[in-house]
């Protein structure tokens, strides 16, 4: 099966700061989302991004689909960013494969 | 539009009992998959329904089964309840039969004693 895997585990950044996350993905794929999980354990839908490069406020993803991997910007990064994001892509029909994770850290 | 619901959202049984998990998804959506996610083991894909057919099942004990209704809405149920299940159950919902769009609900947290 498709394998996921997402860097880097942990980040921990200041307030302001820009970074960029991580998804490799071992097969093609024909949809590819990214999630923040809240504190309360839900998946908040950040993108939906088989391919190409979408934004949303201060919130952008790229997914090169040829080369297996998507990556999620953030800028200006806010406390309120903080938590753990995550990529999925399918299996088998929505047979959704997770990544581990990043946990993003905020500091005021 | 409302979206995902589960119920309930928080669970405590004890070890050798049975809980069912609900699931509604968003209106339209005729697919529902349910998600394990543990502190050890992450995100656990646990089964997909779709127009009440179970299509795909995860790596996990029969213990584990579902159901889908006419109207979308599954359940899930986990007999011989072990400490193991204690976990945050996730259910997501799409359109599409496939590679579509996931939308999930808050989740039910079990915690198995």
């Known amino acids: 099966g498709i394998q996921v895997e997402q860097s880097p585990p942990d980040l921990i950044l200041q307030e302001g700061a820009n970074s960029t996350l991580r998804c490799n993905f071992s097969?093609?794929?024909?949809?590819l989302q990214w999630f923040h999980q809240n504190p309360w354990g839900q998946l908040i839908n950040l993108f939906y991004?088989?391919?190409g490069t979408k934004q949303n406020g201060r919130l952008s993803a790229t997914t090169v689909a040829t080369e297996r991997y998507s990556l999620l910007y953030i800028s200006s990064s806010q406390t309120t960013d903080s938590g753990v994001y995550f990529c999925?892509?399918?299996?088998?029909?929505?047979?959704?494969?997770f990544g581990a994770g990043t946990r993003l850290t905020v500091k005021p | 539009k409302a979206g995902v619901t589960q119920t309930p959202r928080y669970l405590i049984k004890t070890r050798g009992q049975q809980v069912t998990l609900s699931c509604s998804p968003i209106?339209?959506?005729?697919?529902v998959s349910w998600y394990q996610q543990t502190p050890g083991q992450g995100l656990q894909f646990l089964f997909e329904?779709?127009?009440?057919?179970?299509?795909n099942k995860g790596n996990f004990p029969g213990r584990f089964s579902g159901r889908q209704f006419s109207n979308s809405r599954s359940e899930m149920n986990v007999s011989t309840l072990e400490l193991g299940d204690s976990a945050l159950y996730l259910c997501?919902?799409?359109?599409?039969?496939?590679?579509?769009?996931?939308?999930f609900g808050p989740g039910t947290r079990l915690t198995v004693l």
């Open positions: 997501a919902s799409s359109l599409a039969d496939s590679g579509g769009e996931q939308f």
């Open positions: 097969d093609s794929v024909n949809n």
């Open positions: 991004i088989p391919s």
């Open positions: 999925a892509a399918p299996y088998y029909n929505n047979d959704m494969r």
């Open positions: 209106s339209g959506h005729r697919s």
């Open positions: 329904y779709f127009s009440e057919t179970q299509r």
